[in-house]
């Protein structure tokens, strides 16, 4: 039985060391195990390469070493992650071809719900780390191979799209090569989600160098992975540095104030909008640590290489996960779309937008929201999200023309750019709290003005426009579509509908 507050079933081995920093057991076990990662990642990227040992053993090794260090943070929990895998494994090998990546969503998204609820029931509003967050990543991996499959084996190449064509995976996957894809040790505490195309790649040492010739692109395979010494140097010292700023600044600015009678009451809307947003500017530091850590783990054993950029140098972003800067300057919601939970963003378009023939922004809402799982507060949020992400659709198609007009497109970018900052936080804040009442009770505190904000641009220009606006709404979308400015005024903090500049429009 899992007592309330005890939900962490990893070991208790490094007590002392727990004790010794105030840090909960969990949190420690999880540090430990991505140092141990990071560690290990060296001599298997050297020593195992794919040029001195076969794939067979790096696919051993990284199952053999992934389970233990699962087991050793979330002890027996492990066999859920077993559970969901090897059924999902059954139903790729036996159900009809046309279905077997619609069983599989429902499939591999049912047992994650039902985790989520579990966890609910005997840790509710608790941040203990457990193996809901492996299945978080492994439903990823398990419905992205699904419709992955699909793509390769039944649908004809020019059907799909650029993106499809290179994910798209041809025969089944031995037992062997989906464990190894499933449990690999440097990917298996917190991800992030690589495709299993991708993830073969790395295994088979399919490295090439690209240049230009007589306009020709011409490829050379590399003897090895180019050393990530640099890439993981600077990840490292981005995730001390986030560290620091998450042990410190949300004990002086914590969320929570906002929910105290005085402040509510005795406080200017000013005041607290700004508060909002600097509170809930600090709670991304926690997401910023784990998914910066792990990138700079998975580049140590040699997975996130991509390439390499003009000047010769090799990219380690194939896995980044988020840009910090990108995030914290971003002038609209597009570029905050594009900067933050970048893997799970991609997932969400390869397997949901791309798929679903209508109202493709809701339902990559839904399914972000039940993957994150039941918590009141993450529904608010989201809810919060596909609102404004409607409203800058319509700012976009019909204020921001008149700036361009006026030659006042620099104040429009200003104008967006404070939005987007002052929104993001907004927005996030019911998923911060978890439940729905404390969320509910600070959005009133300021009048739930962006909620006010957004419906007057939705009631204006959607439900009120004029006829001739209506006739003109086709053709000044298209024109659109070739901009490049910078679009959207509002977001929210958790992962939201994908966005990229073929989509553009219908975001």
């Known amino acids: 039985m899992v007592y309330t507050g005890e939900f962490c079933m990893g070991s208790r081995l490094l007590t002392p060391l727990s004790d010794f920093f105030g840090l909960p057991i969990d949190q420690i076990n999880f540090i430990v195990c991505q140092l141990v990662a990071l560690l290990l990642g060296i001599p298997f990227r050297r020593v195992l390469s794919p040029r001195k040992t076969s ?31 090897a059924v999902t494994y059954i139903i790729l090998l036996v159900a009809p071809a046309m279905l077997a990546h619609k069983i599989v969503f429902v499939f591999a998204m049912g047992y994650l719900s039902c985790m989520h609820i579990y966890r609910q029931y005997y840790d ?29 084996r039944y649908r004809d190449d020019k059907d799909l799209s650029k993106s499809q064509r290179q994910y798209a995976v041809k025969s089944m996957p031995s037992l062997l090569h989906f ?39 011409v490829q050379k395979p590399l003897e090895n992975v180019p050393s990530p010494r640099v890439a993981v140097t600077k990840k490292l010292i981005g995730a001390c540095v986030c560290a620091v700023i998450l042990l410190t600044m949300p004990k002086i600015i914590p969320p929570q104030k906002m929910l105290e009678p005085d402040f509510m009451e005795n406080t200017s809307f000013l005041w607290k909008v700004l508060y909002m947003t600097v509170a809930v500017s600090f709670v991304r530091e926690k997401y910023y640590f784990a998914w910066v850590l792990t990138e700079a783990v998975n580049n140590s054993a040699g997975l996130g290489f991509n390439g390499f950029d003009e000047k010769g140098e090799a990219k380690y972003d194939l896995l980044e996960n988020v840009n910090i800067y990108g995030v914290e300057t971003a002038g609209s919601q597009k570029d905050i779309i594009d900067n933050w939970n970048k893997t799970s963003t991609i997932w969400l378009r390869h397997t949901v937008y791309d798929r679903v023939p209508r109202m493709r922004t809701m339902s990559v809402f839904a399914v972000s929201a039940l993957w994150h799982g039941f918590y009141p507060g993450y529904y608010v949020t989201f809810a919060t999200g596909a609102m404004f992400t409607i409203t800058a659709r319509l700012v976009r198609r019909n204020i921001r023309p008149l700036f361009i007009k006026a030659n006042l497109h620099p104040l429009y970018n200003v104008i967006t750019t404070i939005f987007a900052r002052v929104t993001n936080s907004y927005g996030a804040l019911p998923f911060v709290y978890l439940e729905f009442m404390p969320g509910i009770k600070v959005y009133l505190s300021v009048y739930c003005w962006a909620h006010v904000c957004c419906l007057l641009i939705i009631l204006r220009y959607s439900l009120f426009a004029s006829p001739h606006k209506s006739k003109t709404d086709s053709h000044h979308r298209s024109v659109q579509q070739t901009s490049t400015a910078t679009t959207e005024t509002t977001t929210t903090t958790p992962t939201t509908p994908p966005s990229d500049g073929s989509k553009e429009k219908e975001l």
Request: glycine share 10%; hydrophobic share 45%; aromatic share 20%.
């Open 179 to 217: 464990t190894s894809y499933m449990f690999y040790f440097h990917g298996i505490i917190i991800g992030p989600l690589a495709f299993y195309a991708d993830y073969m790649h790395f295994i088979n040492g399919d490295w090439y160098r690209e240049w230009e010739v007589d306009g020709r692109i």
């Open 55 to 85: 794939t067979t053993v790096r696919h051993l090794v990284e199952v053999l070493v992934g389970v233990a260090l699962t087991v050793f943070c979330f002890g027996y929990q492990v066999w859920h992650i077993v559970a969901q895998s």
């Open 124 to 152: 509710y509003g608790g941040y203990t780390m457990d193996i809901t967050g492996p299945l978080m990543i492994s439903s990823q991996k398990l419905t992205s191979l699904a419709f992955n499959l699909y793509d390769g």
